[in-house]
């Protein structure tokens, strides 16, 4: 997707997805490196959706890898079974819906969808590293001060966990027309959260911009983001 282009029809979407399932089947089928792991994917809106089971998260992880490659690939979530343990998922200020069933819903207003409630703007009821994968889906643009979540999530991912944040773009009508958005998100702000001065570091797994929706899938890291990563995911 060419940075500033208008998102596509909900056709041309449906075909789209249509075609990455397929190019996502292919992979296991005939990429010696994960033909034999037992995964599947199906993509919705650019997402593609892992599910199955894999003995370490090394093979999750190149699984992974090679479906960002993929063009047209947004970001890549999993609800996979590692070495027979099902992942710790939390839905931060879910509301009304969790993006998987298996989640535990977090949100400060108690819903049917809500298992824990609690404040997302402050320290969460969890311990250090306990969690795989945490879900920020439109939740950062209604906060003044949404880095103090971006390290406490960063304090409760296991190593290898990922933080998936969706977020409207900051030139699509969806920015400015809800009225409790407070801040505006562009794949350079995520370029910012992973290279922030004395704060927690994050890599980059995936970053991306369909045209009305910023993409991020970070994972923490002690490192700096290599220039190569930089330069494929920001401008």
Same mark, same amino acid.
């Given at each position: ?67 960002? /490659? ?10 996979? /079974? ?50 795989? /994968? ?102």
């Amino acid at each position: 997707m060419r940075i500033g282009a208008a998102p596509m029809s909900a056709h041309r979407t449906t075909l789209c997805d249509s075609d990455l399932t397929c190019a996502v089947a292919e992979l296991f089928t005939h990429d010696q490196r994960v033909r034999s792991l037992r995964l599947r994917g199906e993509a919705d809106g650019g997402v593609v959706h892992l599910t199955g089971e894999v003995d370490r998260p090394a093979e999750l992880a190149l699984a992974r890898t090679l479906i960002g /490659r993929l063009a047209g690939v947004h970001a890549v979530w999993d609800r996979v /079974r590692v070495a027979g343990r099902e992942p710790v998922v939390l839905d931060l200020g879910c509301g009304d819906q969790r993006q998987y069933p298996t989640n535990l819903g977090v949100d400060v207003r108690r819903t049917g969808e809500v298992a824990v409630q609690a404040d997302v703007s402050t320290d969460l009821p969890f311990r250090d590293g306990s969690v795989d /994968r945490i879900f920020a889906v439109h939740v950062l643009e209604h906060l003044i001060d949404f880095l103090a979540l971006v390290d406490e999530c960063h304090r409760l991912l296991r190593p290898g966990g990922i933080l998936h944040v969706l977020s409207p773009w900051w030139r699509h009508v969806n920015a400015v027309a809800d009225p409790t958005h407070v801040r505006l998100l562009d794949t350079q702000t995520v370029k910012g959260i992973c290279a922030r001065p004395g704060a927690p570091r994050w890599y980059p797994l995936h970053v991306g911009n369909d045209g009305a929706t910023v993409f991020a899938d970070l994972t923490p890291t002690t490192a700096d983001v290599p220039a190569t990563v930089k330069a494929r995911f920001f401008d």
